[in-house]
């Protein structure tokens, strides 16, 4: 059984930094990209980050791009976004999710995903 | 990016009627190479994490009931509940993965 565990949120004031965490299990880790998905708050999806499978691509947000940085431990299943100079607006619930594929050149669909861990950006 | 819009926002259908959900591109995801449309729908419930129900447009993810089917090419596609069922309420989002992926704003379905 595929299991995504995020973790790492929590409440952090504007201009911090914090490092999400997702542990993955139950599938070949480093056989597939994956990625951060955020859901402000009675909002809607939006795509973070992905890397691919090892992690010779990864891609970023125009919203985020320069702010967070996304990379992956294979030997430990893990995947993380290290979330820098954090706005207001960065508060939401933040999913891991696996994707179909590698991810050599593009990515693809969103076959499984984490609980969410929150993340709130407040003074 | 491609921009992503769904019709409606919200809507609200009797138990064992059918629901229709319309996805919209700002530009063409089928691949003519491959000849596919570069799209997944998704379900998600009240407090849970998306769900994926079809890939590939019209590709249904193992476990998915039959009552949903997705269609459409190019720009415009459809996801429809034939006969809605209880379980079923959730919003539901399109997205594509042509390019950088990017997600509809949702749509909202409810029991009438």
Redesign the interface.
Known sequence: EVQLVESGGGLVQPGRSLRLSCAASGFTFDDYAM?W?RQAPGK????VS?ISWNSGNK?Y??SVKGRFTISRDNAKNSLYLQMNSLRAEDTALY?CAKD?ERGFG???????????TLVTVSS | ?IVMTQSPDSLAVSLAERATINCKSSQNILSTSYNKN?L?W?Q?RPGQ????LF?WASTR?SGVPDRFSGSGSGTDFTLTISSLQAEDVA?Y?C?Q?Y????????TKVEIK
């Open positions: 990625h998905v809607g999806l939006e795509w992905g891609g947000a125009d999913y179909s593009e990515f693809y669909y969103f076959d499984y995903w984490g609980q969410g | 990016d570069y997944a998704y998600q994490p998306p769900k994926l890939y993810q919003v989002y997205q993965y390019t950088t992926p990017t997600f509809g704003q949702g």
